[in-house]
């Protein structure tokens, strides 16, 4: 059985993030490449500012919100994650949450929805490549970035994609699901470390 978590990167109020990824979410869900698809929104888990004693490949965990973002994250096998760009970068609550962990996060595929003004948030989703790969994550190259956003969301707060969006998130579905299969073994190698 395979999950697929997509993480809201954006936790400010009025953000466009999150019809962003109930999009994402209802095509993941339509593509059918997944057993189970999860939106993991980091408004609603609210981690504090990095507060753990213990480097995060100890996997010491002395807080409640730890333990509880550990397991879940442990759970997916592959992720979504729905970012905007902010002074050409990513989020600080995106990569806060990902500080938080280490283990966690290794031999899990990663596509990147994108949005913003005229760049799509490519800026955003071609810097935070570097701390995936370090945590042994693959991005993979298909993606989805949308530009001047807001131009597809309509009265109701529901984004309305274009054929060029739904084409771009039909490869990427297609392509995270190969590499999901892919590193299948070197999760499972891990896990059972682990255990």
Known sequence: MTTLQIIIASTRPGRLGLPVAEWIHAAAVKHGGFDQVELVDLAEWNLPFMDEPHHPRLRRYEHQHTRDWSAT??????FLIVMPEYNY???????NAIDYLAHEWAYKPVGLVSYGGVSAGTRAAQMIKQVLTTL??????EAV????VAQFVDEDGALRPNETMDASAEAMLD?????TAALAPLRARARQQAA
């Open 73 to 78: 994250i442990d759970r997916a096998d592959a």
């Open 89 to 95: 970068g990513y989020t600080a609550p995106l990569k």
């Open 136 to 141: 042994k994550m693959t991005p993979i190259p």
């Open 145 to 148: 970035h949308i530009p001047f």
């Open 175 to 179: 392509e995270l699901v190969h590499w």
